[in-house]
Nanobody, 122 residues
């Protein structure tokens, strides 16, 4: 069956870095765009960034541009989110998602992981 399993979350001080991974199985990974979303307590889930099938193109929300980098390894069916210069406002549960097109709307994604908690202390 389809699975997306995130890992790499944790507690980090402001200014620090984390690298999230999302391992996919049960579908043709290279045929899907991969995105990261996040949800903070009491807030709606929001788009973080997306990477196209080949990995040659990425798009990010404005608040993470220059700090976050998405990459993918189609041979390993894994997508990564490198997060640098973390801020307390980045605290959230981070989810990876797979979908047919690169879009910021969460409802357009077919598969979701269970999420991994990222907490940034000030």
């Amino acid at each position: 069956q389809v699975q997306l399993v995130e890992s790499g979350g944790g507690l980090v001080q402001a200014g620090g870095s984390l690298r999230l991974s999302c391992a996919a199985s049960g579908f043709t990974f290279s045929a899907y765009v991969m995105a990261w979303f996040r949800q903070a307590p009491g807030k709606e889930r929001e788009f973080v960034g997306v990477i196209r099938r080949s990995g040659g193109s990425t798009f990010y929300r404005e608040s993470v541009k220059g700090r976050f980098t998405i990459s993918r390894d189609n041979a390993k069916s894994t997508v990564y989110l490198q997060m640098d210069s973390l801020k307390p406002e980045d605290t959230a549960v981070y989810y990876c998602a797979a979908g047919p097109i690169a879009i910021i709307t969460s409802t357009q994604y077919d598969y979701w992981g269970q999420g991994t908690q990222v907490t940034v202390s000030s």
